[in-house]
């Protein structure tokens, strides 16, 4: 006889809520249904009525974790429609703060993995590391997590001490080559929580048109960076693996955030004297036009439309984050899987509800 | 050289010719056949990124289909005619989500699609509540 299970919208294994209801013969799941909207705060609608000037604080609470790379994209698209161009200095700080965000955010993903699948020294372990990218992001901007390191036009704060950065730089690699990585990639209990769990194949991942280290763990080889000029004279490298299950997915983030520790590392040693910010600013009124504008977030593309009315606030702003095309996906992961299995499955796309309600 | 999606875009019913702003495409066509849109995007494997809804006079949302197409963005924006449009989720999975909102924020209706159920929308408040107008 099959029963349904409502869990959440306040769960024991997430902070944020969201509701899943799955129905079960025995231990397998058999159907899924999900619920959002438990925190919507119409962000959208508040940005259409504020200045841009606010508004760039306001899509920075978006998300508490990648709250840089939402004020970078709405600078960017408000720079697209004013026809800026955005000083080599402050393109390679904002990439910095970027990975920065990218290794807070999969360390603390990672973290909570560790915890998911009882593994409670590797949590502490990892939320160490986790202290040291956020005392680094804390010494250039001032925050921990809202950072207000993006203006239109430009970055507001420099970095006046790359060797500081270099150096927790160093630790994090050494930490993550030493500890972090052995015991994700080679630990057999972990790997057998992990391997064969939470199936997502290339097709379906296309079909749902999923994003980030979620699709690259389904061998989509899709990264914004790719196409950025900065990230292109870094040498950046995509990370795709094409196992589809937990286990890939957790390889994909593990080996980006090598890749973001190099990134951090080749842009101090080559970052470009200049200024901080394109002449002529504050940049207050955005002329009449739309654009489209895009970003990787640390969950995947970030999507920002803007509409300028040739006033100081915009006529809409549309944000479509990672987590809002990624947590569909639970679905077509947990059918026949194990009920047990579940709480690791949605922790594997690393959802963030407070991105997707916004 | 014009791509291969460029060509099978501009040739859809309702289509209009393809403009290039702000280093993305961009087509304005109030009428388009969106599932014969959606049909040709799936057969040429473009991803859906995403669907805006605008508020537009009289009741009518404008609708924008953004799609990663090789090398940047294509904006498609199409209008609801009496408040209505097809749905695409039925062709493109992608959509369903991105659909519900529009219609929870804008009261668009989405024919055909498959769970046309409130999404986003606190349930105290009714459809349409990002029209100017209706909020506060």
Redesign the interface.
């Known amino acids: 006889m099959p029963y349904t299970i409502p869990i959440g919208p306040y769960h024991p294994s997430m902070e944020e809520p969201y509701k899943i209801s799955v129905t079960c013969q025995g231990e397998t799941i058999h159907d899924v249904a999900i619920d ?2 438990f925190s ?1 705060r ?1 962000i ?2 508040l940005a259409q009525r504020r200045n841009y000037v606010q508004d760039l604080v306001l899509v920075e609470r978006v998300c508490g974790i990648c709250s840089g790379v939402h004020t970078m994209t709405f600078a960017m698209a408000a720079e ?2 004013l026809e800026l161009d955005v000083p080599a200095r402050a393109q390679y700080i904002r990439v910095i703060i970027s990975e920065l965000e990218r290794l807070h955010s999969h360390l603390l993903w990672a973290g909570i993995a560790a915890e998911d699948i009882g593994f409670q020294t590797m949590f502490m372990e990892i939320f160490a590391l986790r202290e040291r990218v956020m005392d680094a992001l804390e010494a250039i901007s001032g925050n921990r997590v809202h950072y207000a390191m993006n203006c239109i036009g430009g970055v507001n704060n420099d970095i006046t001490d790359p060797d500081a950065l270099l150096a927790a730089m160093r630790d994090i690699k050494q930490a993550l080559e030493q500890v972090v990585m052995p015991v994700f990639t080679r630990n057999p209990t972990v790997r057998a929580r992990m391997v064969g769990v939470g199936m997502l194949t290339k097709e379906q991942a ?4 999923v994003v980030g280290p979620f699709a690259r763990a389904s061998g989509l080889d ?1 990264d914004i960076r790719s ?1 950025h000029p900065v990230y292109q004279a870094l040498g950046f490298k995509t990370v795709v693996e094409h196992g589809g299950d937990v286990f890939a997915r957790v390889l994909v983030r593990a080996f980006e955030m090598l890749e973001s520790a190099r990134l951090i590392e080749q842009a101090l040693h080559n970052l470009p004297a200049g200024p901080l910010c394109a002449p002529g600013g504050p940049f207050t009124v955005v002329p009449e ?4 504008v ?1 970003s990787e977030a640390p969950r995947g ?1 970030l ?1 920002y ?1 803007l ?1 300028g009315n040739g006033t100081d606030h915009p006529a ?1 702003v ?1 944000i ?1 984050t990672p987590s ?2 990624n947590i ?1 996906a639970v679905e077509p992961m947990a059918l026949g899987q194990q009920l047990g299995d579940l709480p690791l499955i949605q922790a594997s796309l690393d959802p963030c509800c407070s991105c997707t ?1 916004r | 050289m014009t791509a291969e999606w460029e060509t099978r875009l501009e040739a859809l019913p309702g289509a209009a010719p393809l403009t290039y ?4 495409w961009w087509m304005d066509a109030p009428v388009l056949d969106v599932r014969a849109l959606a049909q040709t995007m799936l057969d040429l ?1 473009v ?4 669907i ?1 809804g ?1 508020a537009v006079a009289e009741g009518e949302t404008q609708v ?1 289909y ?1 799609y ?1 197409v090789p ?1 940047g ?1 294509l ?1 498609v924006k199409v209008q609801t005619r009496s408040g209505k449009l097809n749905s695409i989720t039925p062709i ?3 959509a ?3 659909e519900r909102e529009i219609q929870d924020l804008f009261g668009a209706t989405f024919t055909g699609h498959p769970n046309p159920s ?5 349930a105290q408040l009714a459809e349409g509540f ?1 029209r100017e107008g209706s ?1 506060d």
């Open positions: 959002i909207g919507f119409a959208e609608l697209a429609l296309i079909a749902d048109g899709a196409e036009g739309e654009v489209t895009r593309e999507l439309y509409q809409r549309k479509r809002y095309v569909p309600d | 702003v702000h280093n993305q494997g991803r859906l990124c995403t805006t605008i924008i953004h990663a090398g963005v904006n493109t999975g992608a369903a989500w991105a409130r999404l986003i929308r606190p990002f909020a």
